[in-house]
């Protein structure tokens, strides 16, 4: 497709669900980003992938949040046992390479997750 | 990565430069400086980045002073479509692309 796209666009689940959020990349973009945002404040680093890799993780917040992206394009961002503090945006990037400079990443439009 | 600090928010008239400063006293030599911004229910977009020369594209002109501790962005003539969060963040290039977002400046654009 055009750009990077996030589903589902809503998800609205029970505490201690489990919840899978997809992002499909850019076509051809080796970098992939997870990022999340809660209301009022900047985008929160998560993980990063290149190719079929974690290359840095640091963002997870807990062992609850697990991120795959196994064969270097489609990614799924998995959080177990669900807490109401997960409530969120949940934004995916993916950018052409992490050797380029330009540092554009570009965004999809993002997953909200409501934990009730 | 170097720290950014921003106002949390301005307002411009319509038709008038937007001029968004950021002050990043702690960057390094190579460290670039990056524009994005954010409106409402969308993820983030690129919009502009540089070293230490001025910069300018088709959405904006990057002014980062001759020490590199601060930088402003300028929107020429400002448009409702340009109310949106704005974010500074400084990185290295070569470093893996994860951007570093600070709470940005919400810039409203009023008719």
């Known amino acids: 497709g055009a750009g990077v796209s996030q589903t589902p666009s809503n998800k609205v689940t029970e505490k201690g669900k489990y919840v899978e959020l997809r992002c499909d990349p850019i076509?051809?973009?080796?970098?992939l980003y997870w990022y999340r945002q809660s209301l009022g404040q900047g985008p929160e680093f998560l993980i990063y992938?290149?190719?079929?890799?974690?290359?840095?993780d640091s963002g997870l917040p807990n062992d609850r949040f697990f991120a795959v992206r196994p064969e270097g394009s489609v990614s799924t961002l998995k959080i177990q046992r669900t807490e109401r503090g997960d409530s969120a945006v949940y934004l995916c990037?993916?950018?052409?390479?992490?050797?380029?400079?330009?540092?554009?990443?570009?965004f999809g439009e993002g997953s909200r997750l409501t934990v009730l | 990565d170097a720290k950014t600090t921003q106002p949390p928010s301005m307002d411009c008239a319509e038709g008038r430069a937007a001029n968004l400063p950021c002050n990043h006293s702690?960057?390094?030599?190579?460290?670039?400086v990056y524009w994005y911004r954010q409106i409402h229910s969308q993820g983030p977009q690129y919009i502009i980045h540089?070293?230490?020369n001025n910069e300018t594209n088709e959405m904006a002109s990057l002014i980062i002073t001759e020490d590199r501790k601060s930088s402003t962005l300028i929107l020429p003539h400002a448009t409702l479509r340009d109310t949106a969060v704005y974010y500074c963040?400084?990185?290295?290039?070569?470093?893996?692309?994860?951007?570093?977002f600070g709470q940005g400046t919400e810039l409203s654009v009023k008719p």
């Open positions: 990037a993916s950018s052409l390479s992490r050797d380029t400079h330009t540092g554009e990443l570009f």
């Open positions: 076509s051809g973009h080796t970098a």
């Open positions: 992938f290149q190719g079929t890799g974690a290359a840095d």
């Open positions: 702690t960057i390094s030599g190579n460290e670039y």
């Open positions: 540089g070293l230490k």
């Open positions: 963040i400084v990185r290295i290039y070569n470093q893996g692309g994860k951007l570093i």
